[in-house]
């Protein structure tokens, strides 16, 4: 059986902050119909994906975001008010973590040329 990931969340503190910071990263936009006060659902995103609000910081299941230039992505994250770490090299690409301005933690992946559909 093959399983694809159909939806995902990511835990903010903040949901105005989440939408500014991955919208100018990634040009999301959000559906303020079937969003709220604790929750933003991100537009024609594939797979479907939004924010949910929590209380504090805490791990989470790791996402890896696929992008073209981890390097320029890498340097987008800082300018927003990010962090990156240092990309790694390995048969399947270039890998990153990286977290918004609130602090939480994501990962960017720049696969490999030869694995790229």
């Not at 159909?6 to 939408?19: H, V």
């Not at 559906?31 to 991100?42: E, I, K, L, R």
């Not at 537009?43 to 609000?53: I, L, Q, R, V, Y």
Request: glycine share 8%; charged share 20%.
């Amino acid at each position: 059986m093959t399983v694809n990931l159909g939806y995902f969340t990511l835990g903010t503190l903040d949901i105005d902050k989440a939408k500014a910071f991955f919208g100018a990263l990634f040009g999301w936009t959000f559906d303020d119909a079937a969003s709220g006060p604790t929750y933003a659902h991100v537009m024609a995103s594939e797979p479907a994906c939004g924010f949910t609000k929590v209380e504090r910081t805490r791990d989470h299941s790791n996402l890896y975001f696929r992008v073209e230039d981890i390097d320029a992505t890498c340097a987008e994250v800082t300018r927003l008010g990010g962090r990156a770490a240092v990309p790694s090299d390995s048969a399947s690409g270039r890998s990153v973590s990286v977290c918004d301005d609130q602090g939480m933690s994501f990962s960017l992946l720049q696969p490999a040329p030869d694995l790229v559909d």
